[in-house]
Structures are given as C-alpha cells and as structure tokens.
C-alpha cells in the first residue's frame, strides 16, 4: 500500500493505493485482487477487500462503483445496496469509505480538510476526455470547497512510456484543443500518451495548487499492480484490479 505523502499529514483521514500484494487470490489474479467484475472466485475477492479494509480502519462495507468510463459522480452520505454506475464519489460523512478500482487508468483521490469533504475519480482516458476531473472540482465548491483549500493527489496508473496509442485516439485530443498535442509522443513512428499529464493539467486548469503524483507505472510488473495493457500483452483474457480508498474517520 502506497500513501500520500500530503494526505497522510491529516489525521482525520484514511487512505491508500494498494497494489496487488496482500491477498488471497491465485493465477493470474495473484494476490489482492479487488475486482468484484473480474472473473476471480468472488469469495477470494470479498477476502481481499476485508484486507483492505481492515488496514484503513473502516468498519462498514466499502463503496464501489460499476465503473463505465463516464463522468458521472455520485455524493454518497450512506451504504446503499442500490448499485451506482459511474466513475467518481464523493462525500463528508464519517466512516463511510469511498473506493476506485483501476487497472492502468489513474485513480484519483481528492480531500478538502477545511470542508471535512472527500472525493475519488476513475480517470481512464474516456472519463478524463469527459473532463470528470473538472466535474469532481465543481462537486467540491457546490459543497463550498474553494480550489485552494482541495488537495489532489493522482494514484500509480500506466506511465507514457508503455501507453501505445494510434492516430484516431490522437486526434479525439487535439480536436478538444490543440495545447493536447503536449501530451503526446512519437517514438519510431509510434504514439505514445501521457495519461498522468493529462489528468494534471485538468486539475491545474481547475485551479487546483496542492496536486500530488505517484510515480508509479502499473504497466511495470516490478511495481507489483494489476495491469490490463500487460494482461493483453501477454494474451491474458482476464486481469485483477488495484483498488484505491479513502475515508473520513
């Protein structure tokens, strides 16, 4: 588990990045795989996520969402056995832990200590072209959060270098604004996107100032996350994932 180095000044808060280490799950789901979607036996999976519960202090069941690459955000103020499609949450009550489960893309998890309120993305390319994150800042301030007072920090996701990309994804960015063009590389006649920059500039143009990376590449195996780039690539049907959580004590 990987914490913040600015989140974790709060005592008032729990979070962290998990990797795939810890768990119960075997084969290519081995060992802390968080995916309730995945095809890992579903009682290995409610294991891990007690696991992961246990080393944040939440006592309740944590909240998830049927992820679609949206930028659809729900404020959460109890457990609901409803389920929620979407991609962020967002809430200021206590004890109720709120989670990301991400497998290359970046997970986001944002706190305003002034506010008491707590925030978590999941920003794939798709979602972050729907410019989710700036949907996450305006959920905050209708909160009464105010940019200055919230922290962003940006969870290990697939780095530039492994995040292979062909002309049409390319062009989807540069006809939203050509300053994308920044974002993007070209080795040996092939294209390459920084997913980590663009989901910063998107919290920089939202005025956001306290803004934290980890420089974690879940593409890398030696980094120990879930990876679905490297699952593909090694012509793996399936791939567990990495979840990210925080919560208001």
């Known amino acids: 588990m990987i914490k913040s180095k600015n989140l974790k000044k709060f005592n008032n808060i729990s979070h962290g990045f998990f990797d795939n280490i ?124 105010k940019s200055n007072d919230i922290f962003a920090v940006i969870g290990p996701c697939i780095s530039q270098n492994n995040y292979e990309v062909k002309n049409d994804f390319k062009a989807k960015f540069l006809k939203q604004s050509s300053e994308n063009m920044k974002h993007f590389k070209i080795i040996k006649n092939k294209i390459y996107f920084d997913l980590k920059g663009y989901v910063f500039k998107q919290l920089k143009n939202a005025e956001i100032n306290n803004i934290e990376i980890i420089k974690k590449d879940t593409f890398n195996s030696k980094n120990n996350f879930f990876s679905a780039r490297r699952s593909l690539k090694n012509k793996i049907d399936d791939y567990g994932r990495n979840i990210s959580i925080i919560m208001i004590k």
Do not use: E
């Open 22 to 145: 810890g768990g119960v799950s075997t084969g290519i789901y081995k060992s802390l795989n968080c995916g309730i979607g995945s095809f890992d036996r579903k009682k290995n999976v409610t294991k891990n996520l007690k696991i992961v519960s246990k080393k944040i202090g939440v006592k309740k069941k944590i909240i998830l969402l049927h992820q679609l690459h949206s930028k659809k955000i729900f404020f959460v103020n109890k457990i609901s056995k409803k389920k929620l499609f979407g991609d962020g949450l967002i809430t200021n009550t206590k004890q109720l832990a709120i989670g990301i489960l991400t497998a290359d893309c970046a997970p986001i998890l944002f706190f305003d200590p002034k506010k008491n309120i707590i925030g978590a993305v999941h920003a794939g390319w798709k979602g972050a072209h729907k410019k989710i994150v700036k949907k996450m800042i305006n959920c905050f301030k209708k909160k009464g959060s």
